[in-house]
């Protein structure tokens, strides 16, 4: 087949695997299309069986871990960590606003870069929500937060965020190497954040909340353990050169050993927890993607990005993945540029996760046409209000991007 | 004379000022209607980041409620401890949900005598900005008139700041010309 037709056909499947994965019609999976998809290209040919191979057997390591972090945030939820957490932030808070939003930071920051940005957005923001209502404060500040740090705040490990953990594989660094060169460029992001966040909601972190009805949760110690000394595994595995994706399960076994006897999760809730079809969708985008690069798409992605790790270079580098992030959503744009920056050592890997973890806070949920103009404004057939949350991300981002690659400049050179 | 007809917004952190004004200045027999509005950019801001996961999102999970259905219910609550502060017979609570400055207007639209509105959070710098956007928006485009509250304690006139252009304000001098 002709490499414009190949071609041609590989980005219009992608943007199909894309778009159903927004609009899920009638709430199928986003595998559904995107199985079908990769294996079409695999039998026309445009992406042949060896390629195919190669990039499943590197990307299915990733999956399993992404699986097993998965299952791990969800059996904390049901052992009460995040409920317990709420409680603690809104007596820890004592009612001040001001003090709240920065316990919200770092419950946001730590869940995010633990436990992955999807925890923070799925488990932690709605207990964020509930906890400033019932203080009868603004939720404004606090969910805000919530969102951009499950972004911004996704940098530190690789288990943070799905891009890391497709980076990680690429930019040969151990787990204990990754986290100790990205912690500088965390910081600052989340610092950035704070310092605007804070100014920006100025006019609502105000009053006292009405405390009467906190209490203090108990601290669900087993779950805090476990997690604790997952965490540590991570870094202890990948010393020894074992995937830290054992850890991870090994934390989920212990976890869901004991919430399954109390029969508090059944069986089949772990299981669905670990979400295969999502996990089938990443194997396809990863094949699909490999062959839209594969046919022309890679060099033009590998010319817009410059060598070198000069900061110079990883500010470019930064720019142009937030920028791709935001057209055609991060994971994709993830997985298009790794490859054109993987031969250039750690330095540019980790400059294309800071523009496609912080990027996508500019226009609204990573876009991909703003999400398909939030599916079509499915709920409410009406414009979305979110002039307010465009206006927030164009003051973080560039910030934010700028202040993060510079760090990762310096970490660089002290850690690298 | 018929009774006053008066709309007391009550928001998270300010509310209790805007009351304890409503109390202090109008009649016993005025007609209170007290209003909360759900700002609506925020429940959709944390539904879109789960959006944003390209819909995976815990499937084993039970699903948990609604943002819009928990706020729609601390929202009641909070009209309700409202409506207790205020210890007036004849008051009205309305809950709605939507853009926060809008519903408002929508809300004293028709035949409302006085809306009380109280003054947002950041009063280290007083000025515009002690209005936030939808506050301001409101005092601008309300069809009736406006009192505005202060939420905590009132600021004395020395926190107005010296003029910008021109020499520091020390020494004083009784006249500031041009040249």
Known sequence: MPGPVAETLAVVLLVATLGCAIVRPRGLPEAVVAVPAAGLLLVLGILPLGQAGTEARSLGPTIGFLAAVLVLANLCDHHGLFQAAGSWMAAGSRGRPVSLLALVFAAASLVTAVLSLDATVVLLTPVVFATVARLRLRAKPHVYACTHLANSASLLLPVSNLTN????????????????????????????????????????????????????????????????????????????????????????????????????????????????????????????VEATSLHGLGSVVAHLVPGGSGLGSLLVIAVVAAVLANVINNLPAALLLLPAVGGAGAGPVLAVLIGVNTGPNLTYVGSLATLLWRRVLMRHGQELPISEFLRLGALTVPPVLVTATVALWISLRLVG | MASMRIVVW????TWQGCIDAA????????????????PSDVTEAADAAAAGLFGRGFPGRKPDRRYDDVADDEASKLLAAAAVRLGHPDVDLVSRRGRVEREVIRAVADGVDV????????????????????TRFVVDHAPCAVMLVWPDETPGIESIPPPKHGPPPLPPRPHHHRD
């Open chain 2, 10 to 13: 009550v928001v998270e952190g």
């Open chain 2, 115 to 134: 809306l009380v509105v109280a003054r947002d959070g950041d009063h280290s710098r007083l000025g515009p900005k002690s209005l936030g956007h939808a």
């Open chain 1, 165 to 288: 953990l497709l980076a990680f594989g690429a930019s040969g660094l151990s787990f204990a190497r990754f986290g100790a060169t990205m912690a500088l460029p965390w910081v600052a992001a989340i610092g950035v954040e704070w310092l605007v966040l804070r100014r920006f909601f100025a006019g609502d972190l105000v009053g006292r909340g009405d405390t009467h009805e906190v209490t203090p949760l108990p601290v669900p110690v087993f779950a805090t353990v476990v997690v604790a000394l997952t965490l540590a595994g991570f870094f202890v595995t990948s010393a020894f050169n074992v995937s830290p994706a054992f850890a991870a399960l090994a934390g989920a076994v212990v976890l869901a050993v004991p919430a399954v006897a109390s029969r508090r999760v059944s069986v089949r809730d772990v299981a669905l927890s670990a979400d295969v079809p999502f996990l089938a969708f990443v194997l396809a985008l990863g094949l699909i």
């Open chain 2, 23 to 38: 109390v202090e200045h109008f009649p016993a027999d005025s007609r209170f209607t007290l209003l909360h509005v759900t």
